[in-house]
């Protein structure tokens, strides 16, 4: 909703929690009834995603350990922006580099999306890649990936059963199917 709407609710008093890559706040915020409450949620600076789509449909995907689940995820490439004037598209190409090695002979924007408006102000930029040409992967010093190759109908299969469930990777794997679609 934009400002104005008649549920907007407007920032009262601003606390913060804690400060690093991302910030976490607890606002009192002026709700439309003129009560107060407290929100609390993670100020972001935003992120990219990437999905790399090799001849013949494969996905370069990435696996990596997740703490907050406990688990090693299946995802495509994806990382934070680096402050307000970064550059989705330029972050998107640098994220593809660093963990895959991949350089994109094409970029396409697929889509923005807030993955948790309840929570967060990240806007998450998902692009395919396309044309890729390999090279080395050079990823962050905390970081510590291995690359999968998978065609996307098993990718496909592997969301509906449950496999693959980071919303990124989904979200970003039925946007290009629609796209595949709608471009036969």
Known sequence: MKPGHPYTEKK???RLLFSGTIKFRADTVKLPNGK????????????????PVLPGGRVVFVR???YPVG???LEIPAGKLHGPKDSPLVR???????????AAGRMTR?????????FST????VYAATGLRPGAPDPDEDEFLTLETIPFEKAWDMVKAGKLRDS????ALQAWKIEQLENK
């Open 12 to 14: 009262h008093k601003e």
């Open 36 to 51: 107060k409450a407290t929100r609390e949620f993670v100020d972001h600076p935003g992120a990219v995603a990437v999905l």
């Open 64 to 66: 990596q350990y997740r």
């Open 71 to 73: 688990e090693a995820t």
């Open 92 to 102: 998107a190409k640098a994220e593809l580099r660093e963990e895959t090695g991949y």
């Open 110 to 118: 697929i889509l923005s999306y807030w993955p948790t408006p309840a």
């Open 122 to 125: 990240e806007v998450l930029h």
């Open 168 to 171: 990124k990777t989904i979200i």
